[in-house]
């Protein structure tokens, strides 16, 4: 059930440009949140990379001064420990946007039903204000006493 800003303007006692104010607000209070949350996610995920790569670069270290069946003439290292190290490095190239992915979601009908939500509370809380505001308007022009009549 869609509905036109017209029509939400009109259901809520409200102006059209009432309506665009309040939905331009709650877009910019997504965007704000989605940023934080992306912000916090990215630094997450670096701190995990760089732990693997940090990691696997001792675990390397370790097999480049040891020798043995499976590890190659002394000084070689063990390759699954690099391939572990590029991948760290691949990783964090498509995480930082340098490789695209290969396809990704977004799921715009959550991210509109938020902002519509949000706006409808923002004008919900306007229209209280503005009630409690008359009746404060009100109770003040009742309760003003009445000036003695010049004599």
Known sequence: MHFTRAECAAALGLTVNQIDDSIGHAKGLVRG????????????EQFKLDSVEREAWKAWRATADATGPFMGPKGAGNPKYLQIILDAHAKRARLLGLILPESFEVDFAAIVDRAVEEAQAEISQRQKARALEAVTVEAVIVSEPEEPAPS
């Open 33 to 44: 949140q989605l940023l934080t949350t992306y912000e916090a996610r990215l630094e997450a």
